[in-house]
């Protein structure tokens, strides 16, 4: 192998690897991540040129992303990118980072619809519309309103809809369930916040860059998923599903909310780690 000069994309990628080393969980894939973003090339491109030099310009910018990944802001709002359910989504900090346990949401929520033409559905606190958008690239006949509180979540949400070509979604902004019409859903699926707002873990490396309205909700961290409960009933047809996701140790306090507010056929699913993480209801 020839060596490697000064600020070629293999000495680049070298450099940032021992800055993050023992920083992030994977060092390497996450140089890569970031100079593939700089220079605007696929990863393979770095392994396939490492010889190749890099201007002076993109290598700065590279340099000065490593410092902010060190200092424990994620990938994914330094690349502006994260992939969910195979999509290239856009985030920015106004929105969570998806994540890949709430594909289980989506499984599930794809379950419930599977022998129902033309589905309606409410994607409640869309952020980056993850969730909405998952349902409709695998059902394009289904009908969905992604809604969030925050509007510029709900801008990014708008710009990935028209990127991933699904114009079958309409966004709204709204505070969870009101405003949302009377009998009106087959289908209200909802990741809500749902972490203890005196949770130390909300102040610690990458949660901290997050949107707090996105993270947590009241002491219990269940004040959102109680409004949903309360607000679903009414929005959903007869014999319509609610599917929400929550926290791994929630599962029975979400159950006696949806038991509380006369739900049937509550069941409870876990994401691929064992966790509990999405409860279903029926009204
Ligand atoms: C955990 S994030 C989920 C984002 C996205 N669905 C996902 O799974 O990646 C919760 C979302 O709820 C939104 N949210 C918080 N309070 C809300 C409210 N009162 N009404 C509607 N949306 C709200 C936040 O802005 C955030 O986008």
Known sequence: MTALQQN????SLQWAQRHLSGQVSDARLEAQLLLAHVLQVPRTHLLAWPEKTITPASLA????????????????YLTGHKEFWSLPLKVSSATLIPRPETETLVEVALQLITDLPRPVIADLGTGSGA???????ERTDAWLLAADLSMTALQTARTNARHLGLPQC????LDWCGGLATQAFDLIVTNPPYIESTDPALRQRELRFEPALALSSGKTGLHAIEQVCTGARTALKPGGWLALEHGWQQKTAVIACLEEHNYRNINSFRDFAGHDRVCIAQV
């Open 8 to 11: 070629s994309i293999g000495d």
């Open 61 to 76: 910018a590279f340099r000065q992303l490593v410092r902010r990944r060190r200092s424990g802001v994620p990938v994914a």
């Open 131 to 137: 969730v909405a958008l998952a349902i409709a690239s």
């Open 170 to 173: 309409r966004f709204a902004l």
